[in-house]
């Protein structure tokens, strides 16, 4: 019976990779998705298999194996961890547009246990398995090599079946390390043969993702090999420093190279090359490192929780990010951050307690195949030194645990035909089978929200999402999200007040099961502002609507208190009520933001004058921000002129015109300035 186990195993684990080449177009997020569901499916019927395997072998159970133990470990502290978190559902259940979370962990982790259990028992599988990733890289490098070459190669990053280039490149770096691996594992020609041609495929489609990350992981790779190579092989002293110097050297040229103009015109070395010369480009990831470093200072023993990482962003949010790029991180793209701002230090630690696992194994064993082990320790230094600037997603875990399962050794085994396992046998078929029920569940609803999306009857259209929403679970925030936007893009469709209070239902629902998402919490204000512009045309108070209305702008600053875009529509939403006086004081409180980000004076300055009316607190806003280096656009320079006009300040005009026409120096630019200076009674000079 284990042998028939054992083979339909492999047939699963086999199947799993060609996961990574569905594009569901009729599911929420066509990328992710439907590859995550169907990985996890898989993955239930391999788990009941395990079982099975190791109920009539128990003896085989690798009890005292590190890397299996710090697994474990590691999947308790995150669980652990979930108890602890800021949204704990979020962290348990994660959600539809990464499809991570403690509950994908769990099917990750046991993916590694399938692996785990597969080659303890059937050490030649591992070649089975790596041609399973084999035939489905080389098809997904394929893809992208088709799409770069039918667009501009330089200008255009395909990303395949992926969903995004990056991910292209991190799958392509693990798999031209795995298959070095495994070359030198083998001498059969024809196998070498094979690792050559889709070696040379997955580097040609890892230039063409123009994935920066990698091709630094491949380098940081390459260096890790070097070294242990020179370390561990027997070879003189005097051609080691020569082997180094040459070593460095090279390094050195290639650093040069990237400093001139024709490496702009390799697809794969420009982006490396332009940010080498104009770092800017990376000055926002940065940025966020160090929001999300803060963060993990308020938690630092066990995190803010899988998947609640944009509620820690938010927190210890710093304006001056907005200097480079409007960029919102959900994550800090740094998978050291990440683990260290999610799970704390004690998460941390038991992420590094697996990694060294699989290093102390790696060189326990490294005299088997000297130069296949250190292509494998090379395989995890490229992993992070590409997670460095990235985070995992399906791609690169099931590469990862792949290669991390390579040194899991033979174990001989004897079934035990003498035990009853019955019991056991249908006590974990049922708990896999609730697990299937739910991937099925999950998959119904991500495909009834598009569904719904194309429905034509907006009324229809609502009702049905509010139907839905009772079985939602983990994915009711992002279908609040969708079916909003929705609902809002057709508002002047709406023919009667049900529609309305089908998608209100929907997001109020959303809302009260997810206070902390910020995106879902500006959706629900805006509904609450209909109800409230709907309330006062009839004459009623709208005063409870009010007072919510407020109260949650109130708890949104208070959490948030350095984004700008909260403060600022708590002050739209207090001068449509008429209340000028409440409005100034949100934005005098905002002025906090202004210091680390002085462009917000601008915006300050633009809502006083043209909201607010008080040209006097514009023309204050607008003094400071001249303290500070800011680059006008046209219409900047047209506000500017008329604050600087409504205050008298003909000097500071005069200086403005004069800037604006060395920038703009066109008929239309000297019309507008004309027009300006008419309206207020002044003539230019």
Known sequence: ??????????????????????????????????????????????????????????????????????????????????????????????????????????????????????????????????????????????????????????????????????????????????????????????????????????????????????????????????????????????????????????????????????????????????????????????????????????KPLLGWGLETLPVAFFSYFDPQIFYYEKAIFDRPHNKFIEVLVSTGLIGFFAWLFFLSSFVYYVLKNIKENLISYCFLLSFLVAYLGQNFTLFDMQASYLLFFFGISLIVPKVNYKENTDRFIRPYLILIGGICLVFLVIHLQHYYIVNRIIAYLREQNLEKSGQQFLRISNIAGPFLTEEAFIASNHFFANLNNIKNGKTFDYFYRLSEKAWEKDKTDYRLTGIYLGYLRIIFDIESQMSLSGQDTKEKAINIYNDLISRYKLFPEGYINYANFLFSLGEKEKAKEILKKSEIIATKYPPYYFQLANIFYNQLGDYQEAYYYLTKLNTYSFKFNEKDYELALKIYLSNGDKKSADKLIYEWKKISSTTSTQKKIEDILNSFGFKEK
Not at 234 to 245: G, N, P, Q, R, V
Not at 246 to 268: A, C, D
Not at 269 to 281: C, D, G, M, W
Request: charged letters at 10%; glycine letters at 4%; a positive charge.
């Open 1 to 298: 019976m284990s042998n028939k186990l054992i083979n339909i195993l492999i047939i699963i684990l086999f199947i799993i990779p060609f996961s990574l080449l569905i594009v569901d177009t009729s599911v929420l997020f066509p990328y992710i998705t439907t590859k995550a569901l169907f990985f996890r499916i898989l993955v239930t019927v391999g788990i009941f298999l395990v079982i099975w395997l190791y109920l009539l072998n128990p003896e085989t159970l690798p009890k005292k194996n590190l890397l299996f133990l710090s697994s474990l470990i590691f999947l308790g502290v995150n669980l652990i961890a979930v108890f602890f978190s800021v949204n704990p559902y979020r962290s348990f259940w994660g959600n539809a547009e990464r499809m991570e979370g403690w509950w994908s962990m769990f099917f990750y982790f046991s993916y590694f246990f399938l692996l785990f259990t597969l080659f303890q028992f059937s050490p030649y599988s591992k070649k089975i398995i790596l041609f399973s990733f084999l035939i489905v890289t080389s098809i997904i490098s394929i893809v992208e090599i088709t799409e770069g070459l039918r667009n501009n190669i330089l200008a255009s990053r395909p990303h395949a079946t992926l969903g995004n280039a990056t991910y292209i490149g991190f799958m392509n770096l693990l798999t031209i390390f795995l298959l070095l691996y495994f070359y030198f594992q083998t001498k059969s020609f024809s196998e070498k043969v094979n690792y050559v041609g889709v070696g040379i495929l997955n580097f040609l489609s890892m230039l063409i993702s123009q994935t920066r990350g990698s091709i630094l992981g491949l380098l940081l790779g390459m260096i890790t090999f070097i070294f242990l190579y020179i370390i561990f092989f027997k070879i003189e002293l005097k051609k080691k420093l020569l082997f180094f110097l040459l070593f460095f050297l090279s390094l050195f040229g290639f650093y040069l190279l990237l400093r001139t103009e024709i490496v702009l015109s390799i697809p794969g070395l420009k982006r490396i090359a332009e940010t080498i010369q104009n770092p800017v480009s990376v000055f926002p990831r940065l940025f966020a490192w160090k929001i999300f470093l803060n963060a993990f200072k308020e």
